[in-house]
């Protein structure tokens, strides 16, 4: 059963949704967790190692969600700061080093604005996620898990392959920030989410995602081992797929990619 606009921003925000800690163990193997981006400290927003998806070695980085109101203030609400994304280049990076492919979990509502994260850089480190994971040279596939909102969400959205949960929502702002700053009332999230045209099949349609990933009736917290093992199928069957590429076009055909999206008049 499709659930209407509001019954989705419902089912992200609940506190009962899986988030990635719920996800690695039901998905990878032998998951060993990096820390810290080598400039300022180690982000808890987003979490990054190696690990076996099936018998393959990939890199996996993911933006954290929690299930409850401490842990959520220790990430910081799911926003990172710079250095959170500074560690997902070095660890892309590395995996391009070793010829692993990156596997990325999108589940935020942004990034930090705060005036830390501002003079940390923050706009530079997005931005520089953006060129550098475009010149990648390993393939690279993204999962909208849950909320995929603004430049916090486009910096780990750069990719081969773009797979969104069924009731997942991804844009360049988020739904409140939207009605935040065209009505001055970010009560009106739910009118601006409508407008948007921001869900998994809004998306497809357009052309920018690439694979709706199913959820039980009634999202993913009904069953997690089904949606496990349904983004568990995807991942293997597009990682699979892309191993076969030759590393060094991987580049040019992201960039084509990303070139198709939207449309423009002069």
Not at 217 to 240: P, R, Y
């Amino acid at each position: 059963m499709s659930l209407n606009m509001q019954q989705k921003l419902d089912l992200l925000k609940s506190l009962s949704r899986p988030t990635i800690n719920d996800y690695i163990p039901l998905i990878f193997k032998d998951f060993i967790e990096f820390h810290g981006d080598r400039y300022f400290s180690d982000d808890p927003a987003v979490k990054g190692g190696i690990c076996l998806l099936g018998d393959i070695p990939v890199t996996v980085i993911s933006q954290v969600r929690a299930n409850d109101i401490e842990t959520l203030m220790k990430i910081n609400y799911s926003m990172p700061h710079p250095e959170g994304y500074r560690k997902a280049l070095r660890l892309a990076k590395q995996a391009e080093k070793f010829g692993r492919p990156v596997i990325l979990f999108i589940d935020t509502p942004g990034a930090y604005c705060g005036v830390g994260a501002e003079e940390r850089g923050q706009g530079e480190a997005i931005a520089r996620n953006l060129h550098e994971f475009m010149m990648l040279k390993t393939p690279v596939i993204s999962v909208v898990l849950g909320e995929g909102g603004s430049g916090g969400a486009l910096a780990l959205g750069v990719c081969d392959e773009l797979a969104m949960l069924e009731n997942a929502l991804y844009s360049v702002i988020s739904p409140k920030g939207f009605a935040s700053i065209l009505w001055k009332d970010g009560s009106r999230e739910r009118e601006a989410a409508e407008l948007m045209k921001i869900t998994a099949e809004d998306l497809l349609r357009f052309g920018i995602c690439d694979k709706i990933i199913q959820e039980p009736e009634g999202g993913a917290a009904k069953d997690i081992n089904v949606i496990a093992a349904n983004i568990s199928a995807f991942l293997k069957d597009t990682t699979a797929k892309l191993m076969k590429e030759d590393f060094k076009n991987l580049p040019q055909k992201r960039y084509r990619k990303f070139r198709k999206m939207g449309v423009f008049s002069e």
